[in-house]
């Protein structure tokens, strides 16, 4: 077993200036714990400001989404051309991103193509709305988005990618993370089982055991340690908890004790 995979996303949150200070405090609270990997996703506004600041043996930066052309005239975008070098992992296919900004899944597929193309790790999110799981169809949910989303890949570059399964009635909206409905690691270990089973079929056993799976949607301090006894995750994707310099610090001291 590798490194325990831990990624803040900290959405559409902190200027530059209190990102910089969010991450002072959280220096001083977080160790540097060998068999955990912690990294930051911030605005893409804070990366370059923070990729000067952090300690870039403890800490590892990821962009929020990308753009999948790498140069253009494509106002208001950001492509994974400009952030190689910059950031280790781009978040790809986030609930966010599918149901707020209506990407279609061949966005998502050219995101997570741009992304290894310009040797950036992609985090490619999956999961299923509230009524898709009334109706059971998470298998079928999870089933569409591997497959389209790792479309086009050879098996060594799908065996670099990160899934994230993120169940979008759990995600919180950032404040009410503690309150908030989650999954429980029973559901979560369901579907990383079925998101390795996909992969298998693509590219075989050996790519879909060397696939980094997470979990997200409302984990937090509390119930971190729950999902980090999963055998079938690698980590966790957090959201609103990243926010707060003791809840993320809970979230790795429970991601380093697992070992």
């Avoid at 999948?68 to 005239?73: F, K, L």
């Avoid at 799908?158 to 009635?169: C, F, Q, R």
Wanted: glycine share 8%.
């Amino acid at each position: 077993m590798g490194k325990t995979l831990i990624i803040a996303n900290w959405k559409m949150n902190f200027t530059v200036h209190e990102a910089s200070v969010f991450l002072h405090k959280l220096d001083k609270v977080v160790q540097n714990h060998r068999n955990v990997e912690m990294v930051i996703a911030p605005t893409a506004l804070c990366l370059q400001p923070l990729s000067i600041q952090i300690d870039h043996a403890k800490y590892k930066l990821a962009a929020q989404n990308l753009y999948w052309r790498d140069e253009g005239a494509f106002t208001g975008e950001v492509s994974a051309h400009q952030l190689r070098g910059l950031v280790k992992y781009a978040l790809i296919g986030h609930s966010e991103r599918r149901y707020v900004f209506h990407e279609h899944e061949k966005d998502i597929r050219n995101k997570v193509q741009a992304a290894v193309r310009n040797g950036i790790i992609p985090v490619l999110c999956v999961g299923e709305t509230a009524a898709e799981r009334t109706d059971g169809e998470t298998d079928m949910i999870i089933h569409n988005q591997i497959v389209s989303g790792l479309a086009n890949l050879t098996a060594d570059e799908a065996k670099t990618v990160v899934v994230a399964y993120e169940p979008v009635w759990a995600i919180s909206k950032g404040k009410d993370f503690a309150g908030h409905a989650s999954a429980t690691p029973g559901d979560a270990a369901k579907a990383a089982r079925s998101i390795r089973r996909q992969i298998q079929h693509l590219f075989g056993r050996e790519t879909a055991q060397e696939v980094r799976v997470l979990y997200g949607g409302s984990v937090n301090g509390s119930n971190s340690a729950g999902f980090l006894t999963v055998t079938e995750l690698d980590g966790l994707l957090v959201g609103g908890a990243s926010l707060h310099v003791d809840e993320f610090s809970k979230m790795v001291k429970s991601a380093h004790d697992r070992r």
